[in-house]
């Protein structure tokens, strides 16, 4: 069975930091690009970043340039979202999402998506 399971959520104060994990299983995750995103209550889902199959292409978006590192450990089948200098509108549920095309860290027909882990940034 393909599974995503992403773990690391919580809740954090303002300016704190948390790592987000996603573990496949069933197939091996080293083949594909892989991307972080989010959705907040009442909002558009929205990629976070992405990383190319080997790692040595990222991309994120704006708001979170500077303060968000993606990686990924292909041995263990599982790529990783350091969230540091957290802010409130960071606030949302975090999906990772394998077979995205890094150009533009779309998803496509064949995009297979985790179950989510809750992000709430909060005082």
């Known amino acids: 069975q393909l599974q995503l399971v992403e773990s690391g959520g919580g809740l954090v104060q303002p300016g704190g930091s948390l790592k987000l994990s996603c573990v496949a299983s069933g197939f091996t995750l080293g083949y594909h690009t892989v991307g972080w995103f989010r959705q907040a209550p009442g909002k558009v889902r929205e990629a976070v970043s992405c990383?190319?199959?080997?790692?040595?292409?990222?991309d994120y978006t704006d708001s979170v340039k500077g303060r968000f590192t993606i990686s990924r450990d292909n041995a263990r089948n599982t790529v990783y979202l350091q969230m540091n200098s957290l802010k409130p509108e960071d606030t949302a549920v975090y999906y990772c999402?394998?077979?995205?095309?890094?150009?533009?860290?779309?998803?496509?027909?064949?995009?297979?998506w985790g179950q989510g882990t809750q992000v709430t940034v909060s005082s």
């Open positions: 999402a394998s077979r995205i095309d890094m150009a533009g860290c779309t998803v496509g027909a064949r995009t297979s």
């Open positions: 990383i190319s199959n080997s790692g040595s292409r990222s």
